[in-house]
């Protein structure tokens, strides 16, 4: 990769954990929006128009489109700064129209998926911008034999879980328990989930992608480059360009697997349980995934608090071995037989969602959670396992601030055989827990929300000697703000974002820091602007075959012109349409021309003359430049007898 200076680095990082989006983050007072619309208008192709999917607040459906993907009210406030417009791409064609012309008129462009972001950095700034939401772009193809499959990133985990349930009962996908979750975020992010002891991560099991870069150009794995690819699987892909989907590894299930959720209070000894589940979760059978849910309830009969742990898990395996093994490795939690439901992948889901295992499972298709609230979330990652005295402490607090929660996830199985460098996600071995901090309030105004923000700032900090140090660890895809900010793109950029970036990511900052240098703020991923006397002449590459064909599939034949810039290719306009016309069309026929198409061509050309084109259309699979040289190279003479 190169050393980059320090100089270079601090230039670039500005984008990359901070404003998680495209780098031309100028203000947008700098271009007004109508222009930017037309540029838009240019920029899209007549096939594909754009005009369907821009929205300004003029439209009577701006505030519709703007609300459908927020899920934190904290940021659907009469103060939060609403963008000047939203793109809703329904084609690859308009979200490389969107990054042209935000790079052009130096507009802040936000990526949103899902709008699970629960700072709302997909679809809130300070300064002017605008939306490029991709809700619309949510096709799941999935290929049985091959046991893999494209998700946009427009499409929920719901939607995924449901379509490879139509194909299998004995396939899944490890990611995340909520539903309405955009795989966009959710993956570029790193992506957790029940299974992740036997599978490890979301970002684990994906193998290519495809994504528009900086300069509008369609990329692959193998176009983009590994180091891309390993950046946009864990380490924020609307840093690095706009993800377009992503291929992952389907995983094996069995047909049953068996879930429960079991509550002890202190009166019921929740201390001890709590005690011992710290030391069996992270290392039982690594198809036992056991989350540790801690709140405040009353007692019963007064308003005495106390805590309750809860006990969620999911097991891939019948409910008679699951109780067999708790009861060997965890016999403190007293799991019943009646405790456990025996249900499908799917109905997990289901339970794991808080719907009723028998509810129809379509309902996983609904892309509106079930309630959207105010929030606040933090994290931690726990190396040590904590005393009972500890323990003990850890329910006062929660107790005096009341309204507040933890989820404890055991980590350990594949977690921790995965090397921390395998993608930028750096939380692996050593970790026996990670702690999700939560505040929820349905009341609005900033008084209240100052609140309920403070308690979870208050446990954080209560939670200090307990969790990971120097640095303290957080996960990428649970955004706190708390960590720090970076609102400078200069001198002080890498210094004030290195100090949350490590946070997240550990040693791999400085990698994902030098990709964002390299490939994208230093232009060194093409050939940006081409001129017509910079085109390659030649024999093409087959790395070069393998970007036309790509362009293809998702433009269509036609505007070759256009294909140097989109595919990243150095050839003009004419080279690229004879390449697909004459070498790359799939329909062409291969194989020397038989006598019948001969006698055609004799035939045709008495009454066309040399209009290869007009011939090639009566020969299927023929083209025009293979019949001219046909004819020029094997029976000129047969012609001129024929025309004597």
């Not at 590994?226 to 706009?242: H, K, M, N, Q, R």
């Not at 049953?256 to 710290?278: C, G, H, M, S």
């Not at 030098?514 to 060194?524: C, S």
Request: some cysteine; aromatic content about 10%.
């Amino acid at each position: 990769m190169g050393v980059l200076s320090p100089h270079r680095i601090q230039l670039s990082f500005f984008s990359i954990v901070v404003l998680l989006s495209i780098p031309w983050s100028a203000s947008a007072a700098n271009s007004a929006p109508n222009t930017f619309v037309q540029c838009l208008l240019n920029n899209s192709e007549p096939s594909y128009p754009i005009t369907s999917a821009i929205f300004t607040p003029n439209n009577s459906l701006f505030s519709s489109v703007l609300e459908a993907y927020i899920r934190n009210l904290r940021f659907n406030t009469s103060t939060t700064r609403k963008p000047f417009l939203i793109v809703t791409p329904s084609h690859v064609s308009h979200v490389q129209a969107a990054i042209v012309c935000a790079k052009k008129h130096k507009l802040l462009m936000k990526i949103r998926s899902g709008g699970h972001d629960y700072e709302g950095l997909s679809y809130v700034a300070s300064q002017p911008l605008f939306i490029l939401d991709m809700f619309n772009l949510r096709s799941i193809e999935i290929d049985m034999k091959t046991e893999t499959a494209w998700v946009e990133a427009g499409a929920t985990l719901g939607e995924v879980y449901y379509r490879i349930a139509e194909k299998s009962k004995i396939h899944a996908f490890p990611a995340g328990v909520c539903p309405t979750v955009g795989v966009g975020g959710h993956i570029s992010g790193g992506g957790y989930g029940n299974m992740m002891r036997k599978y490890g991560l979301s970002v684990d099991n994906v193998i290519d992608a495809l994504m528009v870069d900086v300069q509008g150009r369609l990329l692959d794995r193998k176009s983009m480059g590994e180091d891309l690819f390993w950046a946009i699987t864990g380490g924020g892909g609307a840093s690095f360009g706009v993800v377009l989907a992503y291929k992952i590894k389907l995983v094996r299930v069995p047909e049953t697997v068996t879930v429960f959720r079991v509550p002890k209070t202190l009166e019921q000894n929740a201390t001890d349980i709590v005690y011992n589940w710290q030391h069996v979760a992270p290392t039982i059978n690594n198809n036992l995934f056991i989350r540790l849910v801690l709140n405040v309830v009353n007692v019963t009969q007064n308003e005495t608090k106390t805590i309750r742990a809860t006990f969620v898990a999911l097991f891939l395996g019948d409910s008679k071995s699951l109780v067999s093994l708790l009861n060997d490795k965890f016999p403190q939690l007293g799991l019943k037989q009646s405790d456990c439901i025996e249900t499908s992948w799917l109905g997990s889901v289901l339970f794991w969602t808080n719907i009723n295992i028998t509810a129809p499972v379509e309902v996983l298709l609904n892309r509106q959670p079930q309630s959207v609230n105010y929030l606040k979330r933090k994290s931690d990652y726990v190396k040590k396992s904590i005393s009972k005295e500890g323990l003990e402490g850890i329910w006062r607090k929660m107790i005096e601030l009341v309204d507040t929660s933890l989820n404890f996830n055991p980590y350990g199985g594949r977690m921790a055989e995965i090397p921390s460098t395998t993608s930028p996600f750096p939380h692996r071995a050593g970790n026996l827990w990670k702690i999700q901090y939560l505040a929820n309030w349905n009341k609005p105004g900033k008084e209240v929300a100052d609140h309920y923000i403070n308690l979870t700032r208050k446990l954080h900090k209560y939670m200090t000697p307990f969790v990971s140090k120097n640095p303290r660890g957080a996960f990428f895809n649970y955004r706190d703000l708390d960590l720090g900010s970076n609102n400078y793109n200069g001198k002080n950029s890498y210094a004030k974002g290195r100090v949350y970036g490590v946070k997240y990511f550990k040693d791999n900052f400085n990698k994902l820091v030098q990709i964002k240098t390299k490939e994208v703020m230093a232009g060194n991923m093409g050939w940006g602007v081409i001129e017509e006397e910079g085109w390659r002449k030649g024999p093409w590459t087959s790395e070069e075959d393998r970007l036309l064909i790509l362009y293809v599939k998702f433009h269509g034949e036609g505007r070759w012109n256009s294909a140097a810039r989109l595919a990243g290719l150095k050839r003009n306009g004419k080279s690229c349409r004879l390449r697909w016309v004459n070498y790359l069309r799939p329909d062409l026929e291969k194989g020397q021309i038989t006598p019948q198409e001969e006698s055609i061509i004799l035939e045709l050309h008495a009454r066309w003359g040399n209009r290869w084109s007009t011939i090639a259309r009566s020969l299927p699979g023929r083209t025009d430049n293979e019949i001219k040289n046909y004819c020029r190279t094997h029976f000129k003479k047969k012609i001129r007898a024929h025309f004597s």
